[in-house]
């Protein structure tokens, strides 16, 4: 069964004060790990998918890494705009999108 | 916006009743998929379709069930409510079910059981 683990489960950063979410899993045969970005009462938004250990992707202050058991998403420089709730997921070769339990991030100005 | 459209927005109704949640995913896309966050559990899948035909199941209960239509929105329906189904109910759609594709999940449906 896939296992979605991300840590920490909160994280307070002063404006400007980069950090990064971690993403651990556990899955046979990953075929995909998808970062979104979720704000209160809405959608989750898609940010970035990686494919295999190694890949990085790149988008404004936001970037993803994957290794063979965990991925990173590193904030630098955060606005306090990019306060939200962060999620990871993973796709195996079934049809399941397993989630983690997110990473709330705020971001004081 | 990610392209995918749910109606309502918000529901509240009483335990007992059946209630009808509906997607309409992305323009040309054919999967859609459905699923449920509350907040002890995170964001569940519950299940897939493909083109009309359901392609994968996660954890639905049996008083749920969904169906693709052949203009391949979808509708998810869930009846005999309890107070636990209270969450918030995605949809998201991707070109073609397979599992590298990227999925876009529509703006929900709060569904609210008194």
């Known amino acids: 069964e896939d296992q979605v683990t991300q840590s920490p489960e909160a994280l307070r950063l002063q404006e400007g004060e980069s950090s990064s979410l971690n993403c651990s899993y556990t899955?046979?045969?990953?075929?995909?790990l998808f970062w979104y970005r979720q704000d209160p009462g809405k959608g989750p938004e898609f940010l970035f998918t990686?494919?295999?250990a190694g890949e990085e992707k790149e988008k404004e202050r936001l970037k993803a890494t994957l290794t063979k058991k965990e991925s990173f998403l590193h904030i630098t420089a955060p606005k306090p705009e990019d306060s939200a709730t962060y999620l990871c997921?993973?796709?195996?070769?079934?049809?399941?999108?397993?989630f983690g339990g997110g990473t709330r991030l705020m971001v004081k100005p | 916006d990610s392209g995918v459209t749910q109606t309502p927005k918000h529901l509240i109704t009483a335990t007992g009743q059946r209630v009808t949640l509906r997607c309409s995913p992305r323009?040309?896309?054919?999967?859609v998929y459905w699923y449920q966050q509350s907040l002890d559990q995170g964001l569940q899948f519950l299940i897939q379709?493909?083109?009309?035909?359901?392609?994968a199941k996660g954890n639905i209960l049996e008083r749920f069930s969904a169906q693709q239509f052949p203009d391949l929105h979808s509708e998810l329906n869930l009846s005999s409510l309890e107070l636990g189904d209270s969450a918030l109910y995605f949809c998201?759609?991707?070109?073609?079910?397979?599992?590298?594709?990227?999925?876009?999940f529509g703006p929900g449906t709060r569904l609210l059981v008194l």
């Open positions: 998201a759609s991707s070109v073609a079910g397979r599992p590298q594709e990227t999925q876009y």
């Open positions: 899955v046979s045969g990953l075929r995909g």
């Open positions: 990686l494919y295999s």
């Open positions: 997921a993973v796709r195996s070769a079934g049809n399941m999108l397993t």
């Open positions: 323009s040309g896309d054919l999967s």
């Open positions: 379709y493909y083109n009309g035909e359901e392609r």
